[in-house]
Every structure is written in C-alpha cells, then in structure tokens.
C-alpha cells in the first residue's frame, strides 16, 4: 500500500487514534448478518446486532464501515491531516451462523441457506468499501478449526457454487474454494483493498509447526491474498495469571512466535500482521481493563526482529470487554508508537 515501514496501528476510540502517528485502525465486524434493507423496518429486532446498522439505526445499510474509512481518510497528527489505513476483521460465520463455536462452524460453510446470506453479507460490505483502500482481514479463528476436522481444507464440504454463482461459479464446493471465492470477490468490488486469512498459532502450537501451518494456508489459497494474520494472545498475561494459566511472553518464548511467523510467511509466500495484540504493561494493576501483559514492550523493543520475521504490520487491541485497551493502558501505546515515528520508524524487510 505504498508504505516502507513497519505499520503500527490498533483498536481504538477517535481521540486515541489523534494523539499518536498511528497508521491503521481497526474494527470488528461481527455478531450476525441479515438482508441489507433498511435499518429502521423489517428488522425483527436484530438490526442493533448486524454490522451494517450497528453504529445508527436511523442510517443507511452501511454507515458503519463508511463512518470508519471517513474517519481513518481525516485522521490528524500534530495539527495536519494523516490519513490512517482503515481494517476490518470480518468474524461473521460463528455469529451468522448461531451454531457452536469449532465444529458447528466448519458444518455450517455446507448450509446452503446460510452460506448465500453470508456470501451477500461479504459482497455488501466490498460494495460498500469500493474504491478505498482497506485492510480486509477474514475470519480469526475459523481457518484453524477447519484445520482441526481435516489436514486438508479440500476435503472439507463447502456449498460455495450454489451460495453465490455469479461471483464464484468456477469455485471448488470445499474450505478452501470458500477461501479462495472470498478473496476474489474482494479484488472485483474492493479492488484498491488488501485481503488476508487468519492463521491460528494455537491449532498445534509454535514450535517447529511454522511450515505446517504454512502449507495449510497455502493450500487454502492463503497465497491468492497480500498477508497472513496471526494473533500472540487474545486476553493480557496477567488476566491469565488471574485464572491460574501462564501466558506470559519470555524471550525464548516470543523468539520462537517470531521464528513460527516468519516460516508461516515464508511458506505461504506472503507477509505477516500481527493482530489484536494484548496491550498490557507492568505499571497495571491486573484488575478489570487495567491488566498486565509485556508484548507491546518487547515488540517495540525488539523492531528489528519483528522486521525480519516477514511481519509488516503490529495492530494491538483488547480481545474481551475486560481487557487493556488503548485508552486504559496509562498511554503506552501511544508513547512508543510516537518515539518510534521520531526515530524514523522500522524499515520492513526486503
């Protein structure tokens, strides 16, 4: 997207998001999908919880993605304009499908029904994004469950033909034809939009499974897209400590994240971005939105591994309502990202 360094950003309110030189900002779509129609009829009380009438009932189908590229495009720093990259993380099939989450999911992609109504849902929301440019990021979570039922995303059953036959007709009916549909419905209504699947760390762990997981993606079609995303945490250390799990990062822990990202990347043949980052810091007090966690320190201490491990975008967010935010982390994010920006940023890996 014509940018040379490492791209910090996150998820965060419209003040945060002015006070520091953040690059990309982020939000979830997710919590089912319905027919766009209007907001304000028809609705069968769930229009408050789809994503396209969410921010304002009173609005057009929409004006919750289009309020999110106005915002990003008029972004300021220091007084003058700095247009952000606007991300979205699309996690709509665990709630549009209202099954269990794992194997009720990986089932509901061979529901012809529900299969149509999300395939519409995702070409509504390219439609709507256009000709802006956009990080499109699909689906946390599900692309490793599907790994879990099968190592092959080929001989997962999918309706993909039937769904959506005018935009993906030529498609295999298996996981990775959905994969492959998604991504090229976004180069035809989203053409200036990045596109990436999720990789899920946790499917069999870091160690030494880089390349697994890599062939998986590829097999995917994870290569028909600009990036792959993976995810360190989805809650801080120190809320983990509060239920007896250890998730603190160590050196030799966050080495091998490093080392298992990069083999993804180097696999697949396409660059990482690290997601929803847990943004906890040691001056916390490990109680609700003010919990510990050391991985925003240790990535902005260590750039220059981060650069190298093929990783082109570090995007920090709370994973759960309780969790460290950027507006409760005591504006940690916001000074290392700034001292960053003065030192002239991180130079990405060629």
């Known amino acids: 997207m014509g940018k040379t360094s490492l791209l910090i950003g996150a998820q965060m309110e419209d003040l945060t998001a002015n006070v520091a030189p953040f690059d990309v900002r982020y939000r979830y779509l997710a919590g089912g999908i319905r027919d766009a129609g209007s907001c304000?009829?028809?609705?069968?009380?769930?229009?408050?919880?789809?994503?396209?009438?969410?921010?304002?009932?009173?609005?057009?189908?929409?004006?919750?993605?289009?309020?999110?590229?106005?915002?990003t495009a008029s972004?300021?720093?220091?007084?003058?304009?700095?247009?952000?990259?606007?991300?979205?993380?699309?996690?709509?099939?665990?709630h549009g499908s209202k099954?269990?989450?794992?194997?009720?999911?990986?089932?509901?992609?061979?529901?012809?029904?529900?299969?149509?109504?999300?395939?519409?849902?995702?070409r509504f929301l390219l439609q709507t994004i256009g000709n802006n440019p956009a990080l499109l990021h699909i689906e946390p979570d599900f692309w490793g469950y599907v790994r879990q039922s099968n190592a092959s995303p080929h001989l997962v059953p999918a309706t993909v033909s039937t769904a959506n036959p005018s935009d993906c007709?030529?498609?295999?009916?298996?996981?990775?034809?959905?994969?492959?549909?998604?991504?090229?419905?976004?180069?035809?209504?989203?053409?200036?939009?990045?596109?990436?699947?999720?990789?899920?760390?946790?499917?069999?762990?870091?160690?030494?499974?880089?390349?697994?997981?890599?062939?998986?993606?590829?097999?995917?079609?994870a290569a028909d897209g600009d990036f792959i995303v993976t995810d360190p945490s989805d809650r801080d250390a120190g809320y983990y400590d509060s239920i007896g799990q250890n998730r603190w990062w160590t050196d030799?822990?966050?080495?091998?994240?490093?080392?298992?990202?990069?083999?993804?990347?180097?696999?697949?043949?396409?660059?990482g971005v690290m997601w929803q980052i847990p943004l906890g810091n040691m001056a916390q007090t490990n109680t609700v939105n003010h919990w510990q966690d050391n991985r925003v320190d240790y990535l902005f201490a260590h750039l220059g591994e981060v650069s190298k491990?093929?990783?082109?975008?570090?995007?920090?967010?709370?994973?759960?309502?309780?969790?460290?935010?950027?507006?409760?982390?005591?504006?940690?994010?916001?000074?290392?990202?700034?001292?960053?920006?003065?030192?002239?940023?991180?130079a990405l890996c060629k």
Request: charged share 10%; proline share 3%.
């Open 99 to 122: 099954t269990s989450e794992g194997a009720g999911e990986v089932a509901a992609i061979n529901d012809a029904a529900f299969l149509t109504r999300y395939l519409a849902d995702w």
């Open 252 to 271: 030799t822990s966050a080495a091998a994240y490093l080392a298992w990202s990069k083999s993804v990347s180097d696999t697949v043949g396409k660059p």
């Open 169 to 221: 007709s030529s498609q295999a009916n298996t996981a990775t034809g959905l994969a492959k549909c998604m991504i090229a419905m976004a180069r035809k209504y989203a053409p200036n939009a990045k596109v990436g699947l999720h990789a899920s760390p946790w499917n069999s762990g870091t160690s030494g499974d880089g390349v697994a997981t890599g062939n998986f993606m590829a097999a995917l079609g």
């Open 40 to 71: 304000t009829s028809s609705c069968d009380g769930t229009c408050g919880s789809w994503w396209g009438c969410w921010q304002d009932t009173s609005k057009a189908p929409g004006q919750y993605v289009l309020s999110h590229l106005q915002t």
């Open 309 to 346: 491990a093929k990783i082109v975008a570090l995007l920090f967010g709370a994973g759960e309502g309780q969790q460290t935010t950027p507006e409760s982390d005591g504006g940690n994010l916001i000074s290392k990202t700034t001292t960053n920006w003065q030192a002239g940023g991180t």
């Open 75 to 94: 972004a300021t720093w220091q007084g003058a304009t700095r247009a952000q990259i606007p991300a979205i993380t699309y996690y709509e099939i665990l």
